[in-house]
């Protein structure tokens, strides 16, 4: 379970598959110095919502030391997609758990493949 710091009030966990594409498409905003709106469930069932401005100290803290981050193409510009929408980015209950599992499926297919 990886952890999302924005500036010093904001910690969202998330798993570190969710969390390394949610820093990603943060990242591609910011690189263009565009704000995101970015939604969340707490643990308690509250929907919390923060604008995360360019300016603002983001740290992503993984749980496991993976380098290179295997990143999926589709849900880099589904969660790009919402980014740039009116709603922003929402990490609904639902959605997470979509990415989770996809992070699953893509994990267990990279050590099924034969090394060489």
Same mark, same amino acid.
Do not use: C
């Given at each position: 379970? +990886?952890?999302?710091?924005?500036g010093r009030?904001?910690?969202?966990?998330?798993?570190?598959?969710?969390?390394? @594409?949610?820093?990603?498409?943060?990242?591609?905003?910011?690189?263009? @110095?565009?704000?995101?709106?970015?939604?969340?469930?707490?643990?308690d069932g509250r929907h919390?919502?923060?604008?995360? @401005?360019?300016?603002?100290?983001?740290?992503?803290?993984?749980?496991?030391?993976?380098?290179?981050?295997?990143?999926?193409?589709?849900?880099?510009?589904?969660?790009?997609?919402?980014?740039?929408?009116?709603?922003?980015?929402?990490?609904?209950?639902?959605?997470?758990?979509?990415?989770?599992?996809?992070? +699953?499926?893509?994990?267990?297919?990279?050590?099924?493949?034969?090394?060489?």
């Amino acid at each position: 379970m +990886g952890t999302l710091h924005l500036g010093r009030i904001t910690r969202i966990d998330l798993s570190d598959h969710v969390l390394a @594409h949610l820093h990603a498409v943060l990242i591609a905003k910011f690189r263009v @110095h565009e704000p995101v709106l970015l939604g969340w469930t707490s643990p308690d069932g509250r929907h919390d919502e923060v604008l995360v @401005h360019p300016t603002q100290t983001v740290l992503a803290t993984y749980d496991q030391d993976e380098e290179p981050r295997r990143l999926d193409r589709a849900w880099l510009e589904r969660l790009m997609r919402a980014a740039n929408g009116v709603a922003g980015l929402q990490l609904t209950p639902e959605l997470v758990a979509e990415l989770d599992a996809a992070g +699953g499926a893509a994990a267990d297919a990279a050590t099924s493949e034969p090394a060489g």
